[in-house]
């Protein structure tokens, strides 16, 4: 029979199911269950032809495999309507509404529930999470073949164990300890390699007054990663077990404050640079920003793009301001260098991204799924409900960056490139930092923090003219000082400023590998036209001018 677009109840978090407003429906087998699985994992989404056989068969396809997917196709459009599937090459769609898919239920109570519990609401997000979890009925992707299943069901089972994570945080922090040790103990028998879910069963023993069992708890989580893995348990549970030790857990889980203690909590910023000079309007205007974020969290998640040319200071700013304000973050801080400009590496893949970001986030390697949406909503999911601050140094594109961003309102974003990524700004709500060269000031102040206030105080005309020849960007500033420095001591800043105005003026702007101007600057130049290129290797030939 062929149906219309009637109102659908598809499922994937359990037995791969499809219910009309009457009946459940009869699929077929595991291949066609595979196919319509395949579609509904990217609703709303074109699948291709090879990736539906990829899934299907995996790496061993029949002859005919092409032929067989358009069999499957035929009868699930002939049991859903042909509204429903539709052929949109180089692949297929299945057209879905809001909540006619499991998993986008799944995915909206958990946001009910970290909307909740922002707001302080802790009873309201335990029963959006239970309402949520409820919804799976067994193992994801039932009765699919196995190159599906090993695909899909990691992402779907680190889904389920995220929200487990989180509801039992806020039993936690509802103070229902007791109530929750043997839901834990059932829990961690699923997923024994969950640190956080075991920081949670060994603070609710804890509280129990049950305290050498919690202390079990920790050592079999030990014994279990050290034979299973070759590792040791992460930084947060081994706090959380000295904690214990000390009797100093009293308090941990009742309230958003103290979660860290029960996750992993990434600190990846690189240190800060020394002798930073200047930015106090965008200091400001960062520290403001956030502050009204704090205030008013519900705009979503603030991002800033710090924009400007090489070796003016973008990554000094925002890692300087990231240090400033790590106490505002308590769960965290992480970054990457995205090698948008680059002089040995080609721009980093989102996907490459994703997997380091959710490495950071102590997610396990082996159980990340490929695709890069899928990536990207787990990796969202991750961050829901956390204050974590997020350094994308070094952008290429928008397209590169948008995958990268969280969807939650309670971090930071903080993006440096040399390009202003107006489709940021245009589809994300981003904030442009444009970053200029110092002040002549500034520039010799930086010079004094660098090379000592005595020896710019014996050279300060040599000083002045050091900044100038720099253009006073503060890369080339640092290069030009760090030779300075070698040379001496002490050192000559006036034979600094005769090698740099030499035909061999670059040899004084080097720190080795990719720490020298003609490195810094070679990427920019490579993206030139050649006629733009051409243009700016003839302005070294023009002659000077005093305006």
């Not at 396809?61 to 052929?87: D, F, M, N």
């Not at 400033?324 to 400009?341: H, K, M, N, T």
């Not at 594109?397 to 974003?413: F, M, R």
Request: aromatic share 4%.
């Amino acid at each position: 029979m062929v149906r219309g677009w009637v109102p659908m109840r598809y499922r994937i978090l359990g037995g791969v199911e499809v219910r009309d407003a009457e009946r459940v429906l009869h699929v077929g087998g595991p291949k066609r269950r595979t196919v319509l699985a395949a579609l509904l994992m990217r609703a709303n989404q074109v699948v291709t032809d090879e990736d539906l056989i990829d899934r299907t068969w995996g790496d061993r396809p029949p002859a005919k495999a092409r032929a067989q997917l358009q069999v499957h196709v035929s009868e699930l459009r002939s049991l859903l309507g042909r509204q429903t599937i539709l052929r949109r090459p180089p692949g297929y769609t299945i057209l879905t509404r809001p909540g006619e898919v499991d998993r986008d239920r799944f995915e909206s109570l958990a946001g009910q529930a970290r909307e909740a519990r922002e707001a302080g609401r802790v009873d309201t997000a335990i029963t959006a999470l239970r309402d949520a979890l409820a919804l799976w009925t067994g193992p994801a992707l039932g009765g699919v073949e196995p190159a599906l299943a090993d695909i899909g069901r990691p992402a779907l089972d680190d889904l389920r164990a995220a929200a487990v994570e989180e509801l039992y945080d806020a039993e936690l922090a509802r103070g229902r300890g007791v109530e929750v040790v043997g839901e834990l103990r059932q829990l961690l028998g699923e997923f024994p390699h969950r640190e956080r879910l075991c920081g949670h069963l060994m603070l609710a023993l804890h509280r129990a007054d049950r305290t050498a069992e919690a202390l079990e708890v920790y050592a079999s989580l030990r014994t279990r990663l050290a034979e299973e893995l070759g590792i040791e348990p992460g930084e947060s549970v081994q706090e959380l077990q000295r904690c214990i030790l000390r009797g100093g857990v009293a308090a941990v889980g009742q309230g958003r404050a103290h979660d860290r203690t029960s996750v992993v909590c990434p600190a990846e910023l690189p240190h800060d640079i020394p002798g930073f000079v200047a930015r106090r309007a965008e200091l400001d205007l960062l520290d403001a920003s956030l502050g009204q974020a704090e205030r008013d969290p519900g705009e979503g998640p603030k991002i800033w793009v710090v924009s400007g040319a090489a070796g003016v200071g973008k990554t000094a700013l925002a890692l300087h301001w990231a240090h400033s304000v790590v106490d505002r973050f308590p769960d965290g801080q992480l970054y990457i260098d995205l090698r948008g400009f680059s002089a040995r590496h080609a721009p980093m893949e989102p996907a490459t991204a994703l997997r380091a970001l959710l490495r950071g986030l102590g997610s396990d390697p082996r159980n990340l799924p490929r695709d890069t949406g899928e990536l990207a909503r787990f990796y969202r999911s991750r961050l829901a409900g956390r204050r974590i601050c997020v350094v994308l140094d070094n952008a290429a594109t928008a397209d590169q960056v948008a995958p990268l961003l969280p969807g939650h309102s309670g971090s930071t974003v903080l993006v440096t490139s040399r390009r202003r990524l107006a489709g940021l700004t245009a589809r994300h709500g981003a904030r442009p930092v444009p970053l200029g060269a110092l002040s002549p000031g500034h520039s010799v102040e930086l010079l004094a923090r660098l090379l000592g206030a005595d020896a710019v105080a014996a050279e300060p005309e040599a000083a002045a003219e050091l900044a100038e020849v720099c253009g006073h960007l503060p890369l080339v500033l640092r290069l030009a000082a760090a030779n300075a420095v070698t040379a001496g001591p002490p050192p000559d800043i006036g034979a600094m400023v005769r090698l740099l105005r030499s035909d061999d003026g670059l040899a004084g702007l080097s720190a080795g590998g990719d720490e020298a101007v003609a490195a810094d600057f070679s990427p920019s130049h490579r993206s030139l036209t050649v006629d733009q290129a051409r243009f700016f290797r003839r302005l070294v030939l023009a002659p000077r001018f005093s305006w």
